[in-house]
């Protein structure tokens, strides 16, 4: 009995030094700061903000219920597939982020592939980036240093992707797939300002297996020859189906355009350009890649500008055809001669009749081929978002409505992506 009466004691006595402690520490505590209201945060470099979805939550229909989370980054290029869809990228700490939207950009997921592919510079659509659809898409990884190039390849939309190896180091010139199981590869070496070594690839297999079907480093121009010049640098290749297809080269003068029709293994020079007036004078004329509006690549056209170095200006006029390159006519837009850090955008085409341009922060449409421009009423947020973002990257327009418009401070590694719905009239940051 004794023993449990000193056990009391003796818890009695520890629960009095505990509650003296207790007390001593509040009165010597110092008093609560008043609460401060929340002070702003200056946005990351990269500007960027996106709303992102988790990929568990990709088949969720329940807007409301679908977790999201946001996140800031440093967007490089886009492409828009159709009025909803689309993709963005950039290359932080040498990992590709890719995204893509499928309802006009209030939500994206991320389609990255693996961290452990190691990007030393930023990917360009029709180069190293190109999708059919919004299932089918392709990387590409130039070798670098140690690390060989690769090509990517996805058929879910980005949420996995296989890798498989590719037979040649030199550079990547253009990728053009036109349908998920056949496209080509234009690899090129030894490129001078009008000239370039060239070697083509073709896959039957959506770009597991590269076999190659044409290289001209043996080109004779005094002997009979198949194959695409070294003279001229490639500036876009198009494939109408499985066997017809081809290129258009940048030269020291006129644009050239050769054409294949047996899957790119031979190549013929196609229709000469007609030597105008208005690219007299210039000291180097820039061509396009060219842009197909229709699924039968029949109707396209390719920009060509008159760079003019003392000026420091180049004036945009316009080729186009109506029967998938078999020749092309010159048309004058007469918008003058673009200076300042974006002489370097071309127009934006949608079809044959109906484009956009902007000039400084105004932008301007055409409904005639570029004979006539309309200035468009000026939009607020376009025009204060080009005062903070000077230099614009890429305009795509991908339907009469619908159009992207991606722009930057390259200084201050920033870009934002904006959006409009009406046709150029008035536009919102994604």
């Given at each position: ?130 999708f059919t659809d919004p ?60 000239k370039e070594s060239k ?191 000077p230099e614009i990257v ?37």
């Amino acid at each position: 009995m004794s023993f449990k009466i000193t056990g009391f004691k003796a818890l009695g006595a520890v629960f009095t030094v505990l509650l003296t402690l207790l007390i001593l520490s509040a009165c010597s505590s110092p008093s609560p700061e008043p609460s401060q209201p929340p002070q702003p945060t200056e946005a990351p470099e990269e500007g960027q903000t996106i709303t992102l979805i988790t990929p568990d939550a990709q088949n969720i229909d329940n807007e409301k219920s679908t977790p999201k989370y946001q996140i800031q980054t440093r967007l490089t290029d886009f492409r828009l597939l159709n009025d909803a869809i689309g993709l963005a990228w950039g290359v932080t700490k040498n990992e590709l982020r890719i995204y893509m939207t499928m309802d006009n950009g209030k939500t994206w997921s991320n389609i990255s592939p693996s961290s452990n592919v190691q990007f030393l510079s930023n990917p360009v659509y029709g180069k190293d980036i190109f999708f059919t659809d919004p299932s089918n898409g392709w990387i590409i990884r130039s070798a670098s240093g140690h690390t060989e190039t690769v090509v990517l390849r996805t058929t879910d939309g980005g949420s996995s992707w296989k890798i498989s190896s590719f037979p040649d180091a030199n550079a990547i010139s253009s990728i053009y797939f036109n349908s998920p199981d056949h496209g080509w590869l234009m690899t090129s070496w030894d490129a001078k300002a009008t000239k370039e070594s060239k070697a083509l690839y073709a896959t039957n297999d959506g770009g597991a297996i590269w076999n190659l079907v044409m290289q001209n480093e043996q080109y004779n121009p005094n002997l009979p020859n198949n194959t695409i010049p070294i003279s001229g640098v490639i500036t876009g290749m198009v494939f109408k189906d499985f066997g017809h297809g081809f290129v258009t080269l940048q030269t020291g003068a006129l644009p050239k355009i050769y054409m294949t029709k047996d899957s790119g293994v031979t190549w013929d020079q196609g229709p000469e350009f007609l030597v105008n007036e208005q690219l007299r004078g210039c000291d180097r004329v820039i061509t396009g890649e060219p842009d197909f509006f229709d699924k039968a690549s029949l109707n396209g056209w390719m920009s060509v500008g008159c760079q003019k170095d003392k000026e420091g200006s180049i004036t945009y006029n316009g080729y186009f055809t109506a029967n998938g390159g078999g020749n092309w006519k010159f048309v004058t837009f007469g918008l003058g001669p673009q200076t300042g850090i974006n002489r370097h955008i071309a127009p934006a085409f949608l079809n044959a009749q109906l484009g956009w341009t902007l000039k400084k922060d105004v932008l301007y449409k055409t409904t005639n081929q570029g004979q006539t421009w309309t200035a468009l009423p000026a939009s607020g947020v376009l025009q204060s978002k080009l005062a903070e973002y000077p230099e614009i990257v890429k305009l795509q327009f991908v339907s009469s409505e619908v159009g992207w418009l991606l722009i930057e401070k390259k200084e201050d590694r920033k870009s934002i992506l904006l959006q409009t719905t009406n046709g150029g009239l008035s536009w919102r940051v994604m």
